[in-house]
C-alpha cells in the first residue's frame, strides 16, 4: 500500500467528482488506461523529463489519448503531468480504487492456498465471505510453503489457517515451555 499522502490528495478529489457523477466504473475504467499506457517506462520519462517542455508532453497525452478518456480523467493526467507528479499515478490509482470499493461496498480478499482451489471450495468461500450480503472480490494465489489451510487477507488483517502458521505456533510454544 502506498505510504505517501499526496496521491491519496488527488484520488480523493478524483472520487469527489465520481460520487457526484456516480461514474465509479468509468473512472475505473480510465484509470486502468492511463495505467496501462503509463507502463512503458520510455513515455514515463519523456513526462516526467525536466528538458521537454510542458506544452510538448500535454501534446503527447492528447495524441495517445485522444477521446479514449473522459474529460475528467484527461484533466487528471495533464494536472499530475503540469505539477510534475505523474510519477505518483500508481499511488493515485491504488488509492482511487480503495476509496471507490468502499463507496460502491466492494470488500476484497486475497486468499492463499497450498494448492489451487476447487469451484466447491471457491463456491463455499465466496458463499461464507458474502454472508450478510456484502460484494466480494476474492484474488487467489498459490503458494505450497503454507503446506496446507489456507491465508486470508482483507484490508491490513490476516487469518493464517495454514498447516505452516499452525507449526510454527506450536513451535514457538515448544520454545517457550523448555
Do not use: C
Not at 463507496?103 to 458474502?130: K, N, V
Amino acid at each position: 500500500m502506498p505510504a505517501g499522502s499526496a496521491g491519496k490528495r488527488y484520488a480523493q478529489a478524483a472520487a469527489q467528482i465520481a460520487r457526484q457523477a456516480e461514474s465509479w466504473a468509468r473512472w475505473r475504467q480510465d484509470l486502468a488506461a492511463i495505467a496501462e499506457v503509463l507502463q512503458d517506462e520510455s513515455l514515463l520519462a519523456v513526462l516526467q523529463a525536466p528538458r521537454i517542455g510542458l506544452t510538448q508532453k500535454l501534446e503527447l497525452v492528447e495524441r495517445i489519448f485522444g477521446d479514449t478518456l473522459t474529460a475528467e480523467a484527461m484533466n487528471l493526467v495533464q494536472l499530475l503531468i503540469r505539477r510534475r507528479r505523474i510519477g505518483l499515478f500508481a499511488d493515485v490509482q491504488h488509492w482511487f480504487l480503495e476509496l471507490a470499493d468502499a463507496a460502491e461496498g466492494i470488500e476484497r480478499y486475497a486468499i492463499t492456498t497450498a494448492e489451487p482451489l476447487t469451484d466447491d471450495l471457491r463456491g463455499a468461500m465466496r458463499q461464507r465471505l458474502e454472508g450478510d450480503g456484502r460484494q466480494v472480490v476474492m484474488t487467489e494465489h498459490v503458494n505450497p510453503d503454507i503446506i496446507g489451510g489456507l491465508l486470508i487477507r482483507h484490508n491490513d488483517l490476516i487469518q493464517d489457517f495454514s498447516v505452516r502458521g499452525q507449526l510454527e505456533v506450536l513451535r514457538e510454544q515448544l520454545a517457550g515451555g523448555s
